[in-house]
């Protein structure tokens, strides 16, 4: 399964998603995001399976689901920055890797792996950094907890 471009279109989504009106009716919200992922995976020019389809979009729909903790989870531990000031790709891969963290069965460290790769690619060193500190601090936070 293609999990890493099923993430960066998952990114893409929350990019893309982040200036859109997010319609209260469910079925309204999977057409919405049945058509963004239409549109990201054509101008990405790459074919999916069902199964990675659906890893992809599921990771989305999670995400809005969640959407209020996990920006609050972000929030916490984006001591120096105040949540306004994160980019919008920073805070869709934020967003992404949190769901996986706390709402998924994948292990915590390949999500932070994952994110880390993604901010690279899409913003650099600086972002990789950023995003890597930010969900570090929420990985060991899990590990207090339990």
């Not at 020019?45 to 979009?57: G, N, Q, R």
């Not at 992404?96 to 932070?112: G, H, M, N, R, S």
């Amino acid at each position: 399964m293609k999990r890493r471009e099923a993430r960066e279109i998952a990114v893409q989504m929350l990019y893309g998603l982040y200036f859109e009106e997010i319609p209260e009716d469910q079925s309204a919200f999977e057409q919405l995001l049945e058509q963004k992922f239409n549109q990201d995976i054509s101008v990405n020019e790459v074919t999916f399976t069902l199964d990675e389809k659906d890893f992809c979009i599921n990771l989305v729909k999670e995400t809005y689901l969640h959407l209020q903790n996990i920006d609050e989870l972000i929030k916490k531990f984006s001591k120096k920055w105040s949540f306004e000031r994160i980019n919008i790709i920073e805070k869709s891969i934020l967003r992404l890797a949190v769901t996986e963290i706390e709402y998924t069965d994948i292990p915590q460290k390949v999500a932070i792996n994952e994110a880390v790769e993604l901010a690279e690619d899409f913003s650099g060193q600086k972002s990789k950094k950023f995003v890597n500190g930010i969900l570090d601090a929420i990985m060991h936070r899990e590990k207090k907890d339990d």
